[in-house]
């Protein structure tokens, strides 16, 4: 009978030319452990932990339906905590020409499945022969998501376009969850770009009258929110897709929005006069 050679599955090294009482070699020889925490609630110790080590984010993304199709804006400021590590991210992914997506949570998360939920819809769009709907590709994204659930992931995401039925948005986070509805805020600043989106929104808007309304919720966001800020990016998306419509840097939009009257001379004169 054939005898099986196991030695390759042994986990001591064997010591050649160094003898057997080399130091160099201790610790090859036992496998590798580490102690597991004491507590009775590891689900809840590694749910602490990932929190503990989850670095403070801040944005703010908004999308609304309106009869013209999707109005979608964002800032670009990514800071990890108090500190402000860039003003130019693209904080809008375009997924494909008819569908766009928006990033808020973790920029690496949100990059890379965004960009993973792309390859999925050309390679439908290659096999069905027809682009994919609005709905099946957040779906597709929330069961991706769905299946890393617990695992730290951080993704606060909507998705936005338009396809056979018209214009579609829905909302997907890290846990799996889905909504589909007319108008939404994601990130540290949405609650301040919720009360200028809810004051001005109507459903029949113009193109022109939506992308201000977009604008101006981003700016009184970022002016409120210290993690947002930077250009406030707006797209539109339509039946003929989607469109860049303004880029502007939110300090110059300030004095857009509150314009500083010009001081004469007299007025200089008598302030330096009262100091």
């Given amino acids: 009978m054939m005898k099986l050679d196991t030695s390759g599955f042994e986990t001591t090294m064997p010591t050649i030319g160094f003898g057997s009482s080399n130091d160099m070699l201790d610790g090859f020889s036992t496998v590798p452990s580490f102690d597991l925490p004491r507590t009775t609630d590891f689900d809840g110790f590694q749910k602490e932990a990932v929190q503990m080590v989850k670095p403070a984010k801040g944005t703010t993304t908004l999308a609304f339906i309106f009869k013209e199709g999707v109005m979608v804006a964002a800032d670009s400021r990514a800071s990890m905590g108090g500190y402000i590590s860039s003003q130019s991210v693209k904080k809008i992914i375009e997924i494909n020409p008819y569908m766009l997506g928006t990033m808020a949570g973790g920029a690496a998360d949100c990059q890379f499945w965004h960009r993973n939920l792309g390859i999925k819809c050309r390679l439908h769009e ?27 992931l951080s993704v606060g995401t909507m998705i936005a376009g338009w396809d056979e039925t018209g214009p579609g948005l829905y909302y997907v986070d890290n846990e799996g969850g889905r909504l589909k509805g007319d108008r939404f805020s994601v990130g540290s600043g949405s609650p301040y770009a919720y009360g200028v989106l809810d004051s ?19 700016y009184h966001a970022t002016f409120r929110d210290g993690a947002s800020g930077g250009v406030a990016s707006v797209y539109h998306v339509g039946p003929n897709g989607w469109k860049k419509l303004s880029g502007d840097d939110v300090g110059e939009l300030h004095y857009h929005y509150y314009p500083v009257p010009p001081a004469t001379a007299e007025q200089v004169m008598e302030e330096a006069a009262a100091e």
Avoid: C, H, P, T
């Fill in 126 to 152: 290659l096999a069905n022969k027809r682009r994919i709907s609005v709905s099946g590709a957040s779906k597709l994204l929330a069961n991706m998501l769905y299946s890393y659930r617990g695992m730290g």
């Fill in 200 to 218: 001005g929104y109507k459903f029949d808007m113009s193109v022109e009258e939506a992308s201000e309304l977009a604008r101006r919720s981003i």
